[in-house]
């Protein structure tokens, strides 16, 4: 294993505070969502950065590395391109499915749209080994993966997050990227001790921190990245700076980012503050771990991971019933958070469709819609396909938005398509409601 770069404190790159980033004094470094870079076409933004001779890494959402399927080659060479096209020293994804169904459940294949968490079972755990083994060997950087947030618990798990963390080190020498808000989420939820996790996990492995802020409702803490940092995640950050010397840093603020654009640059002083302070003079830096080559998964253990997955996700997106031991009101909260993150990303992916149809009239016709159509493609596809059902249901009777619709639709399906049936039949919807408009 290559040694670690040492990366400093840094924030998330978002479009929305991009001039604020580059303005902000002592950034070392910067953290931009890999799938929403072209590497042809990157920010100026970015570019700017890279040029004074700040860091930036991709950080993958969509790999799906503890899926019952193996990575998918077009999206790891994706990833692999913009690492290369940024220059970076690693690139970072999750330990979470977000897909599930296919030829292997002979279901149809279910997008989640957002982070699931896996089950730490022995079968969990060996698919996840070779599949970040697939990952790391199809990528020009080394690879770090996050622990994620969770609303619920797997039924009948064999090992605590440190033991599984730990494990999945020992067997593949991945590195790790530790989110302490997600460490406080958990703490929340499900009840485990951020403490005992660190405990237990390879804190030598660590590549970087991730620190950012959620909220509490009716028991439950979201993890919003839209929120000021809270105590109790600085208090685990600094617990975890007491063990261990981080090799970087860094913010996440995805969303409702504060006016005074000062705030952030103070959370990042704190964050700053807070490693040097609770890390004492004799803390050891991480350090390069070992690692060992494990045998092939058979197809039986990817079979049955595949269909324990493909169970809850159905509960969770397609109505299906819930996966006997799991908590009913947990999966609930969890199902209203995925519609919700659903029509969210696809408003901002497509902001004409909350203009035309008018936000809260945008967001009841999408979440119905959700609720009959669970999403089997990315954003972009979902969005097309809210406003295919929305012409063919005829169901936008004001005639000034149904025009509208029907020409965002139609410019934006594109000629290629219309020999597929469903798409004939929403052309022919649009060209009713342009007669009718």
């Not at 996990?201 to 509490?216: M, W």
């Not at 409702?256 to 490693?275: G, H, K, Q």
Request: glycine fraction near 8%; proline fraction near 8%.
């Amino acid at each position: 294993m290559q040694h670690l770069a040492q990366l400093g404190t840094g924030i998330g790159w978002r479009p929305e505070i991009a001039g604020v980033v580059e303005a902000m004094p002592g950034i070392d470094w910067v953290e931009a969502v890999a799938e929403n870079l072209c590497p042809g076409h990157l920010p100026d933004s970015l570019l700017r950065l890279r040029e004074r001779g700040v860091t930036v890494v991709p950080h993958g959402v969509s790999l799906g590395l503890g899926g019952a399927e193996r990575p998918d080659e077009h999206r790891l060479a994706d990833l692999a391109a913009r690492a290369e096209a940024l220059g970076s020293p690693l690139v970072t994804e999750h330990i979470a499915f977000v897909r599930a169904g296919g030829e292997r459940t002979a279901s149809p294949l279910l997008e989640a749209g957002h982070l699931l968490p896996v089950p730490r079972t022995r079968d969990a755990l060996d698919v996840l080994c070779e599949n970040v083994r697939i990952a790391r060997d199809a990528l020009p950087v080394p690879l770090a993966v996050e622990n994620i947030a969770a609303l619920f618990g797997w039924p009948g798990e064999e090992m605590s997050e440190g033991q599984f963390l730990y494990e999945l080190v020992e067997r593949t020498g991945v590195r790790l990227l530790i989110d302490v808000a997600n460490l406080h989420t958990n703490h929340v939820n499900r009840g485990e001790d951020p403490a005992k996790a660190l405990d237990e996990l390879p804190v030598e492995a660590i590549a970087y921190v991730h620190v950012a802020g959620g909220f509490e409702r009716d028991g439950v803490w979201h993890d919003s990245h839209a929120h000021p940092v809270p105590r109790p995640v600085l208090d685990i950050l600094a617990e975890l700076a007491s063990r261990v010397t981080p090799p970087g840093v860094l913010l996440e603020r995805d969303e409702d980012f504060p006016d005074d654009e000062r705030e952030l640059e103070r959370e990042v002083a704190t964050i700053r503050e807070t490693v040097a302070a609770a890390t004492p003079p004799a803390a050891r830096p991480a350090v390069p771990t070992t690692h060992v080559h494990d045998k092939p998964v058979e197809e039986p253990v990817r079979g049955r991971v595949a269909l324990a997955q493909t169970a809850l996700l159905s509960s969770l997106v397609a109505g299906a019933p819930v996966p006997e031991g799991f908590d009913h009101a947990r999966l609930a909260v969890q199902s209203r958070a995925l519609a919700g993150k659903r029509a969210d990303v696809v408003a901002k992916v497509a902001p004409e469709l909350p203009e035309i149809l008018g936000g809260s009239a945008y967001r009841t016709a999408f979440l119905e819609y959700a609720q009959r159509r669970p999403m089997t493609g990315g954003y972009r596809r979902d969005a097309l396909d809210f406003a295919e059902d929305l012409l063919i249901g005829q169901r936008v009777h004001e005639p000034a938005a149904r025009k509208r619709l029907t020409g965002w639709w139609l410019e934006r399906s594109g000629p290629a398509p219309l020999a597929g049936r469903p798409v004939a039949r929403a052309l022919r919807a649009a060209r009713f409601a342009l007669r009718r408009g």
